[in-house]
């Protein structure tokens, strides 16, 4: 048997003082900057993050949305652009759709290109999509996450100073494991993490509406009460949700009196009241 005490282990201990690479700054142009963010890949984060930025910018906020998923950029399909930003003085052009401003690995590699990456690469990448994009000034800043605990959170959480971390999740209890460990990463680190996200909460049939829990059911409240933080909301796993994404429209624009779209614009407003836009500039 191994000797799990060699492992590295991640406790609720201090972590030991040592002399950080990099120490996170604010990006007072970028507004509220808020991480999406789960435990593993596939309970719908980058649908989380669309729409949540879509959501906001339709309330008459200045939003960015920042692809950091460099593994599986979904933001450039999801959001229905494609072309290679402009580069103006040193600074990169983002692209803009649905009133959100863009930037993704997805919009400067070719479509079939593995993102064969060690950690310092994906510390680039973030660091560079802070501080060499042209955003101008913003109110809220969505950052979209790759699945895990791995580098590119923790290179977020070292260049800048966050807002507040979004937890998404389904129903299921494998998800909802994965997702406790995801929240207790941000904690850690002295993120806020503003609550928790379940989508697919259940199957919402679009002939006669009946709910179906195809993933269980309460795993997201669960959750949310054993870390004492609010359910932000339950999304209904709706098809036109999967449909209008892969034409590039967010459910909040497609089809926004749908339950799905209605869920998603509330937790919108529920980040806005906890989070107000700020003008500046």
């Given at each position: ?19 950080p690479a990099?120490q ?12 999406i963010?789960?435990g593993k ?6 649908t ?6 879509v959501a ?7 939003v960015g949305l ?8 979904n933001?450039p399909?999801?959001?229905g652009v494609s072309?290679?930003p ?5 600074k ?9 401003k ?11 290109q593995p993102a ?32 895990g605990?791995?580098d590119?959170q923790l290179?977020?959480?070292q260049?800048a100073?966050i807002?507040?971390?979004i ?10 494991g994965?997702a406790?460990?995801?929240a ?8 806020p ?11 919402e ?8 829990a195809l ?7 669960r959750l949310a ?6 359910l932000?909301?339950q ?6 949700v999967?449909?209008?994404a ?6 909040v ?5 749908s ?14 009241a906890?989070?107000?836009m700020?003008?500046?500039?």
């Amino acid at each position: 048997m191994p000797d799990r005490r060699a492992l590295p282990v991640v406790d609720d201990k201090p972590a030991p003082q040592r002399v950080p690479a990099q120490q996170p700054v604010d990006f007072p142009q970028l507004g509220h900057i808020v991480a999406i963010s789960s435990g593993k890949g596939g309970v719908g984060k980058s649908t989380i993050a669309t729409n949540l930025a879509v959501a906001l910018g339709r309330t008459g906020a200045r939003v960015g949305l920042m692809d950091a998923d460099v593994y599986g950029p979904n933001v450039p399909r999801m959001m229905g652009v494609s072309a290679q930003p402009a580069v103006v003085n040193e600074k990169i052009v983002p692209l803009e759709a649905h009133g959100v401003k863009l930037i993704s690995l997805g919009f400067l590699i070719e479509r079939d290109q593995p993102a064969i990456w060690r950690g310092p690469i994906v510390m680039k990448i973030v660091n560079q999509f802070l501080r060499d994009v042209a955003w101008g000034q913003l109110d809220y800043f969505i950052v979209d996450l790759p699945p895990g605990t791995g580098d590119a959170q923790l290179s977020l959480v070292q260049a800048a100073h966050i807002a507040g971390a979004i937890i998404v999740t389904t129903p299921q209890e494998v998800a909802v494991g994965d997702a406790l460990r995801g929240a207790k990463m941000f904690q850690r680190v002295n993120v806020p993490v503003l609550g928790i996200v379940e989508n697919m909460s259940w199957f919402e049939c679009p002939h006669c509406g009946k709910p179906s829990a195809l993933f269980g059911s309460g795993g997201g409240e669960r959750l949310a009460a054993e870390l004492g933080l609010p359910l932000l909301g339950q999304v209904p796993l709706y098809p036109r949700v999967l449909e209008a994404a892969d034409r590039g429209e967010p459910i909040v624009v497609a089809d926004e009196a749908s339950s799905a779209a209605r869920a998603l614009t509330a937790i919108a407003e529920r980040v806005r009241a906890g989070h107000p836009m700020t003008r500046a500039g």
